[in-house]
């Protein structure tokens, strides 16, 4: 494989970890990088990287760092791991990085891994991977594993099999991954966002776009795929962006919902960059939740979908609406590049069609007139007389993304 995997752990703690994982390794043909993320000094295992280099990198020196807030200590030493690795990484010396922690080494492994590109292997096995993890992947793809069992005292019985999976895991995503042909080759790629109540739209919208010979990536609006798409266009990945799902600007602006994203920013990058987007309502109708009595108490008479029973949906107001087109506009204005917002008039998610619980054409026309009202003139606003997941609204989307893809080609 030649590169070799970073193995990240406070050494004070977590030594026998990290030689065991490192011996798994080597029986696999994969070298290692030990780097020592703690703060006081090892225990058996010698680390490749010391602490004190990685407070350095972080911006203090180790014996000032010791007499700061725990916090501000992770931080710190988060940046400098987060240097550390992106350093190995540019001089292609590591093809993986992976970690174990309870629940500080995790907070500070993960804001190191956090800075590695997308695609690059980062696994974490964790004491804390079976609770809420998001404030630590945040939009990133990494792998946690649950430990099962603590780290205390070395490995055992039941941490064996975890680490043993956990290395393998590593060592397989390392391999290398097959060239992509000629067939396979794409005039480009097209994000586009998604909820199951636009699915309908988004997968007529996908088949389209693909007959035309673009790769479509679905991103769901759930705070955080957003938030990488949003990171994803900043990198280049994508020549066009079909946004059919803004649901993650309630989070945003609104506040409670549970999609809210993990950048703040959204329907900011495309215009940024100059990329072409159009933009739809999808989801802007309601808040999402989790399980019925999560919804706050002041949402609790107005109209709601339970969607299962782990998800319900609240209507969003007029005032609301009016407030999210406001924001909308001002973003989009800030565009330099193509974009355009194409709005269904007959509902803008499959809970809020005619007939459904969602359904409110009063408090849907506020969005639009805060559009009028706030977008600039020359963006054009397109009215659909179609539902969000009907053919004929999907039809005028695409075609107007198409259109002006191909008039910024030429």
């Not at 987060?82 to 590591?94: A, G, V």
């Not at 099962?148 to 290395?167: C, H, M, Q, T, W």
């Not at 990329?275 to 002041?298: K, M």
């Amino acid at each position: 494989m030649g590169k070799a995997v970073a193995l990240v752990a406070t050494l004070d703690t977590k030594g026998a970890e990290l030689t065991y994982l490192r011996s798994v390794l080597a029986k696999m043909g994969v070298g290692s990088v030990v780097i020592d993320i703690g703060v006081f000094p090892p225990e058996g295992l010698i680390p490749d990287v010391p602490r004190e280099k990685i407070a350095e990198l972080g911006g203090q020196g180790l014996d000032e760092l010791k007499n700061k807030r725990r916090d501000e200590i992770m931080r710190v030493m988060g940046d400098g791991l987060r240097k550390c690795l992106l350093d190995l990484y540019r001089k292609e010396e590591i093809g993986g990085a992976l970690a174990v922690g309870g629940n500080q080494g995790t907070a500070v492994a993960s804001m190191g891994f956090r800075g590695l590109p997308f695609g690059f292997p980062k696994v974490i096995v964790s004491t804390v991977a079976s609770g809420n993890v998001r404030p630590y992947i945040g939009h990133k793809d990494i792998t946690m594993m649950f430990s099962v069992a603590d780290f205390l005292g070395g490995v055992n019985a039941v941490i064996r099999p975890v680490l043993d999976n956990a290395a393998a895991a590593v060592g397989g995503m390392m391999r290398e991954k097959p060239v992509v042909g000629p067939e396979d080759q794409k005039k480009g790629r097209i994000a586009t966002t998604a909820f199951g109540n636009t699915h309908g739209a988004v997968v007529r919208a996908k088949a389209l776009l693909e007959e035309a010979g673009y790769e479509v990536i679905p991103f769901h609006a759930s705070g955080a795929c957003g938030s990488a798409m949003e990171e994803l266009i900043a990198a280049g990945y994508f020549t066009g962006v079909l946004d059919l799902t803004t649901h993650e600007l309630v989070g945003e602006v609104l506040g409670h919902d549970i999609y809210t994203p993990v950048l703040p920013g959204r329907l900011e990058t495309a215009g940024r960059e100059g990329i072409p987007q159009v933009v739809a309502p999808g989801g802007l109708n309601y808040y999402c939740f989790g399980p019925v009595e999560s919804v706050p108490g002041f949402l609790r008479k107005r109209a709601t979908h339970y969607h299962n029973p782990y998800n319900t949906n609240v209507r969003t107001t007029r005032e609301e609406l009016n407030k999210l087109g406001e924001v909308m506009a001002g973003r989009l204005n800030a565009s330099r590049g193509p974009v355009a917002v194409v709005i269904p008039l007959q509902g803008w998610s499959e809970n809020g069609r005619e007939g459904k619980p969602l359904y409110d054409p009063d408090a849907d026309r506020a969005l639009v007139e805060a559009l009028r009202r706030y977008l600039r003139k020359e963006i054009p606003l397109i009215e659909v007389d179609a539902h969000i997941n009907d053919p004929g609204f999907v039809e005028v989307a695409v075609e107007q993304l198409l259109s002006m893809m191909e008039k910024k080609k030429s």
